[in-house]
């Protein structure tokens, strides 16, 4: 029976290496496939945040409160296995941390990426804004499509064919005018190849 393909999700599993602990000078570390150097450094900076809350009035009582086995073994190991365990978002734990942090204590208000004052006086904006009109508008703008296309509008419009050659024109409905005969109320107008339409709002 023939080996299964390996599937590779992303390439990021190529390039970025899982480093690991299997052996420290000549003594083998007795873990099934090594210590990942990212657990070893969360233990070692939750060792060191244990170390320093210790210190602090109030916090260091309460850190008290657990065993010394407790806070410098246990609570550093399961934060490395957590750690290394869990990926939200798909991303390490400190980055996931770092982006979570950072998102809770930066500005609020912000324009093109900078923070901005909530005391901050208004300045006048003295400047042209482009504005582009799309198919959601109210009316009809003046276009010129060239087939083959399909075009649709929101509302009923009427439709000039022509009887030989030249475009198909339309114009916005009018309910109480008198029609010609090639005149037809349509809301989608399919053109052929080579053919022309001609969308006169007036």
């Known amino acids: 029976m023939a080996d299964e393909p ?7 599993r190529i390039f970025h290496v899982d480093r690991r602990l299997y052996k420290i000078q000549e003594w083998t570390i007795p873990v099934p496939g090594g210590i990942p150097l990212l657990a070893v450094g969360y233990f070692a900076a939750t060792l060191l945040a ?6 602090i009035p109030g916090l260091g009582e309460l850190m008290a409160l657990l065993s010394p086995p407790l806070r410098y073994v246990v609570l550093p190991l399961a934060v490395a296995v957590l750690g290394t365990q869990v990926a939200p978002d798909g991303r390490k734990a400190h980055r996931f941390a770092g982006g979570w942090l950072a998102l809770r204590v ?8 900078r ?22 508008g109210p009316q009809l703008r003046a276009a010129r499509i060239s087939g083959p296309a399909i075009v649709r509008f929101s509302d009923d419009v009427e439709v000039t064919r022509p009887r030989r050659h030249g475009p198909v024109r339309v114009r916005p409905l ?11 109320i349509e809301d989608c107008v399919e053109l052929d190849g080579g053919q022309c339409l001609e969308v006169r709002p007036r």
């Open 174 to 184: 009018r309910p109480t005018a008198r029609r010609p005969a090639r005149v037809t």
């Open 6 to 12: 390996t599937i590779i999700r992303s390439y990021r």
């Open 115 to 136: 923070p901005v004052a909530l005391d901050q006086e208004p300045h006048p904006w003295q400047a042209t804004l482009a504005v582009a009109r799309d198919a959601h």
């Open 50 to 55: 244990v170390l320093i809350i210790g210190v």
């Open 106 to 113: 930066r500005r609020r208000r912000r324009s093109a990426g």
